[in-house]
């Protein structure tokens, strides 16, 4: 334990570097992811077919292939881009995760009584005017513990940045451990701030769902 303490305290600089950068990635991740998942769930219950076809093909794609080979195939499959291991890391997350995401956003959506629509028709107010200050509020109330679910995921899964040089949490401590032979406690005091911050977010979580008054 002391050994260990004494190799942290010494990299102290290295690991603040490398949280932040796991951070950043997180972070641009659940903002995009979140944005394109939103947009995917309107789109895949479209009545133009175009949108619907395009919507499902997504989902099916990138629920259907693991997250590691869509960001292989960033980094070294778009020659003409050029990414960057940071640039494929965060983008592969946001597209991966956008497709859970967007279920997530639909089976919300489905959740609110078709009756609200109804009513809405009726008294003569627009369906997108409906959409977005009747039925949006609700669903995204109802879908707060399943992004809160997918935005766990997103924070553990930049632990793939790995593959690609990415100098985040799980590669710092790799290539620490490397040269101090010190290889286990050096992973278990990573998997000690991932869960750290998953379990920041399940406390944001159960803020949301009290201050929004999820029903059971």
Same mark, same amino acid.
């Given at each position: 334990?002391?050994?260990?303490? #004494? ?5 102290? !600089? ?15 991740? /659940? ?38 080979? @869509? ?58 005017? #409906?959409?977005?200050?009747? /039925? ?17 995921? /997103? /924070? ?23 040269? #101090? ?8 005091? !990573? ?13 944001? @979580? ?11």
């Amino acid at each position: 334990m002391t050994e260990l303490f #004494t190799i942290v305290r010494d990299n102290a !600089s290295v690991y603040g570097e490398a949280i932040g950068i796991t951070l950043l990635a997180s972070g641009l991740a /659940i903002v995009f992811a979140l944005f394109l998942g939103l947009i995917l769930a309107v789109m895949r219950d479209s009545r133009f077919a175009v949108f619907s076809g395009f919507a499902r093909l997504y989902v099916s794609f990138f629920r259907g292939t693991p997250l590691l080979l @869509q960001i292989l195939i960033l980094y070294n499959g778009l020659v003409a881009l050029q990414l960057t291991g940071f640039q494929a890391l965060a983008f592969g997350l946001s597209l991966h995760f956008s497709a859970y995401i967007s279920e997530s956003f639909r089976a919300a959506i489905a959740s609110v009584d078709r009756g609200q629509w109804e009513a809405a028709d009726s008294l003569g107010i627009p369906r997108r005017k #409906t959409f977005k200050d009747v /039925i949006l509020p609700q669903a995204l109330s109802r879908a707060i513990p399943p992004l809160s679910n997918s935005v766990i995921d /997103i /924070i553990k899964s930049t632990s793939l940045g790995t593959i690609v040089a990415v100098e985040e949490l799980t590669y710092v401590s790799d290539q620490i451990s490397a040269t #101090t032979y010190l290889v286990m406690p050096l992973l278990l005091f !990573s998997a000690a701030i991932y869960w750290i911050m998953s379990t920041l977010v399940q406390m944001v @979580q159960h803020r949301l769902e009290v201050r929004f008054s999820i029903p059971n």
